[in-house]
Structures are given as structure tokens and as C-alpha cells.
């Protein structure tokens, strides 16, 4: 059943980093295209003008990605501003007012989650939200407990139909590439499965440090900003079986179940390191003991994937910036060609960033008279046309009622109960070397002969269907 749009965007945070980054410049490509033509109303507590704000948006599209003038002076006519307290209930009328007639607003809550509960109820309080939606930015809580709760102050104003948990990772096209490489070719589902996938290994690196962000950093953690949504997710996309249908609430129901298989970690299965210098950092203690590395081994106990290994790595301060997939194959049962058993396996291997890339690593002859092979690697796809920024695909999606980029709550809830033990008994943490691959001890978690897969920078595509074989060492 089609749902009708929402007729205004409310958005909370209005003068914040999120808004500066990511808010604007997807609002203004959501005006080039046609896509939004409703009254933007920007909330914030500091005491700024219309003008202002204005202005402010201005100067971030002209840093992130440049001023479309024809769409930036539409934008601005839509522009509203509303100071005030969010304690204040003369905040929220002042709100409606600006509304007027519209009566299906989305509500973006660009504002930290201790805020939520003061601001959904100050809505419901003046008549914002009988037929609203509300979209909330990750993190959802900070452990099983706390986004239970999140949970229960949304559900007291919002059906959870009407609650977009924001996950930016989950707009990004080549994640949803993934989803359908899964689904759209029928020679993967035979050997996607225990029987011929010996592990899987996803790593989320970075080559920056925290950027001035150090107390933040210290609030979060790895674990707790990339692993427990990101990379879950990702691990679900990768090993969920094929839902009953096209619909949000199938593929929803399918990622539950994935969820629910997963084991929850055992705290001897994970390395927390932290790299050298970061106690310097602005804002960070000066014994701090927040990792900026992870690496965990994880289990998902279903008859599709019993036994199989699932390695997760993310990481700051390491060699390079990319996010790569490597699903490496069991080698044959026997070497019929002298060295093809002790090669390296064959492989699947998918970059999410920066590139977008699917390869297949396989053996081939090499020239000559004797039987004797190389590895090589089939580039199945490599694009690197700009797509639909995740922000604004995910807005587009909350304006016109389409959950299925978001977050159910039953699936956050599932997630934070595999990350928990964790958080509960947490390994100390290990220094590392920055431009190093982590501290030393995250390598014994791969038990596989080949140990971790370290991503390398990629050649420009050049019309050659081959690219260089990637990079393999036992950390």
C-alpha cells in the first residue's frame, strides 16, 4: 500500500556538524531533482536568524560538493528557523505555527539521544505528531539496556512504523550492490554455505585518526560506532537467506532472523587496540582505555553457516582508507596441478570504498608446456560514477514512508545482544603503531592459513578485466 509523503520536513539540530556535513547538501540535490518542495523548518537551541542559517547552508554546500543556484534559491524560500529551548513549550508552538497547514511533517532529530525524550514529547504536546514520522540518528543507545529504553520513549508518541532509525552506511550504493550480486545470479546461492565457504573476513579501515573528535571518541568507541551497526549490517547482507518477498517488511524479517543466529561474543574472540598518540589527543584521558581498533571473530549459528568463521576489522590510524569484503572459498580436495592446494584459495572479494569493485580470485594455466598456474583476479564490476549520496537517498526514502534502508528496533535490539559480553568484560586494550594493521595479537583470531586480508589501493580501471591480487599476510 502506498503511503502519502510527508508535507514537511522538521529538522532539530538545524546549526550542528550533521546539518553542515550531510543535511544540506542532500536537501539541496533533493531540490535539483524535484524530489522535495515542502516547508524545511530548522530547530535549534542557539540564538541564530533565518538569515544566518541561511547563509550557513551556503557555506556548506559551497565546501561539499558546490551552490546549485536555481536549487539553492528554492531551498531558501522553503527555509524556516525556529529558536528556542527544547524544554520550553513555547518552542514546540512556535513549530506549529510554522507548519501551518501541513499535517504530515517528518521530524529529523539531528540532536543527541538524551535530547529525544524532552523533544517527542514537547511534539505531541501541540498536535505534531498524530500523522508525523520521525527519523533518529544512529547511535541507538549505547548497549542493549539504553536502546531499550530509546526504544520505549519513541513508542510512547510513534507507532514504530513511523520511526526511521538512520544508519547512513545502509544508502550507500555499493552496500546495496551487494544485496543484489546476492540475489540477482543463481550460480552463488550453491556454494554461498558452510560446505564451500571456508571464512569470511570484512575490514573497515581508515589511515586518519579522530580529527579533533577525541571526546567524542571517548563516549563511543569502535565497537560501539562501527562494528555494532555497520559492519552487523553488512555481515547481514552477506549471510541472510532470501526473503519472501520485495517488501521492507520481508527483508526486515530476514535480517531479524540472521540477527537472532548470531552468537553473542565471546570476549576471548576479540582484540581491542588503541593506536599510539591517542592519549595526546584533545578531550581523550589521559589513561584512556576506548579502543580505536577492533577485530572479533564471530559465529552464526544456523545450518547454512554453522562452523564458518566471520572476521570483522575496523580500525583507525591504519595503512589505508577502504572498507573490503573478502569471502575466501575451501581450497580443492586434492592438488591435481603441482601447487594449486597450497595457492592461495579462490575468492570473492567486494570493495564498498572508495572504489566500487566485485571480483572473483581464481587459477589460471600459465604459458607454457608445463601444467603449472597463477592467481588472478576477474573484475566483475568497477564503477566510479557518483551515485545518489547516502544522505540523500535515505531522506528521500523517510519522506515518502519507505522503511526499507532503516532500522527496525527488534533488529537493533538483536544486534546490541551479540556486541554486549563485550561491553560488559572488555579486553584491555592493546597499543598499535599508527600506519601499522593493529596491535600483533589480532592476527591469531584468523585461522586460516592465508590469515587477514589487507585491502590495497586500487590501479585505475584501464579496460583490462584484471586487476593486481591483494594483498594476503598473517598479521
Not at 355 to 380: F, R
Not at 420 to 436: I, N
Request: charged content about 20%; some cysteine.
Amino acid at each position: 500500500m502506498t503511503t502519502p509523503s510527508s508535507d514537511a520536513l522538521v529538522f532539530f539540530g538545524a546549526t550542528g556538524d550533521l546539518a553542515y556535513k550531510q543535511i544540506f547538501p542532500a536537501l539541496q540535490a533533493l531540490m535539483r531533482k524535484g524530489e522535495l518542495e515542502v516547508p524545511i523548518i530548522g530547530v535549534s537551541r542557539a540564538g541564530w536568524t533565518l538569515e544566518k542559517l541561511t547563509a550557513r547552508a551556503h557555506d556548506s554546500l559551497a565546501e561539499h560538493g558546490g551552490v546549485d543556484a536555481a536549487a539553492f534559491a528554492k531551498f531558501a524560500a522553503l527555509l524556516r528557523y525556529v529558536e528556542g529551548d527544547y524544554a520550553d513549550p513555547a518552542t514546540f508552538t512556535r513549530i506549529k505555527a510554522e507548519l501551518g497547514s501541513a499535517s504530515r511533517p517528518l521530524h529529523y532529530l539531528a540532536i543527541p539521544p538524551s535530547m529525544f525524550a524532552t523533544v517527542v514529547q514537547g511534539l505531541a504536546n501541540v498536535g505534531c505528531t498524530a500523522d508525523a514520522r520521525v527519523v533518529v540518528e544512529k547511535p541507538f543507545g549505547r548497549d542493549l539496556a539504553s536502546a531499550q529504553a530509546l526504544d520505549r520513549t519513541l513508542h510512547e508518541v510513534f507507532d514504530e512504523a513511523a520511526i526511521f532509525r538512520i544508519d547512513h552506511y545502509l544508502g550507500k550504493e555499493a552496500v546495496q550492490n551487494l544485496l543484489y550480486f546476492r540475489f540477482a545470479n543463481a550460480f552463488l546461492d550453491p556454494i554461498w554455505n558452510r560446505h564451500y565457504v571456508d571464512n569470511i573476513q570484512i575490514t573497515m579501515a581508515e589511515n586518519f585518526g579522530v580529527q579533533g573528535r577525541g571526546a567524542f571518541y571517548e563516549e563511543v568507541g569502535a565497537i560501539r560506532d562501527v562494528v555494532q551497526n555497520h559492519l552487523l549490517q553488512v555481515i547481514a547482507l552477506l549471510a541472510m537467506d532470501a526473503p519472501l518477498g520485495q517488501d521492507a517488511e520481508s527483508m526486515r524479517a530476514e535480517k531479524l532472523r540472521l540477527f537472532r543466529a548470531m552468537r553473542p561474543l565471546d570476549p576471548a574472540h576479540v582484540v581491542r587496540g588503541q593506536f599510539a598518540g591517542y592519549r595526546s589527543e584533545k578531550g581523550v584521558a589521559p589513561a584512556s582505555q576506548v579502543e580505536t581498533f577492533a577485530a572479533l571473530r564471530l559465529y552464526i549459528d544456523t545450518w547454512r553457516w554453522a562452523g564458518v568463521p566471520f572476521y570483522l576489522r575496523a580500525g583507525k590510524c591504519l595503512p589505508i582508507t577502504a572498507t573490503e569484503v573478502m569471502v575466501e572459498l575451501k581450497p580443492p580436495p586434492l592438488g591435481v596441478f603441482d601447487g594449486v592446494s597450497a595457492a592461495r584459495p579462490n575468492y570473492f572479494r567486494f570493495r564498498l570504498s572508495p572504489e566500487v569493485l566485485i571480483s572473483v580470485g581464481a587459477k589460471v594455466k600459465k604459458s607454457g608446456e608445463a601444467m603449472a598456474g597463477e592467481p588472478t583476479e576477474l573484475i566483475a564490476r568497477h564503477s566510479l560514477r557518483r551515485d545518489r549520496a547516502p544522505y540523500e537517498r535515505l531522506l528521500h526514502d523517510a519522506m515518502r514512508g519507505d522503511p526499507s534502508l532503516f532500522t527496525r528496533d527488534d533488529c537493533v535490539e538483536a544486534a546490541w545482544r551479540v556486541i554486549d559480553p563485550v561491553l560488559r568484560a572488555p579486553p584491555p586494550v592493546v597499543e598499535y603503531a599508527q600506519g601499522s594493521w593493529g596491535p600483533a595479537p589480532a592476527g591469531a583470531l584468523v585461522k586460516s592459513a592465508t590469515g587477514w586480508h589487507n585491502p590495497v589501493a586500487e590501479q585505475p580501471p584501464c579496460g583490462d578485466t584484471a586487476a593486481p591480487s591483494p594483498a594476503k599476510e598473517k598479521s
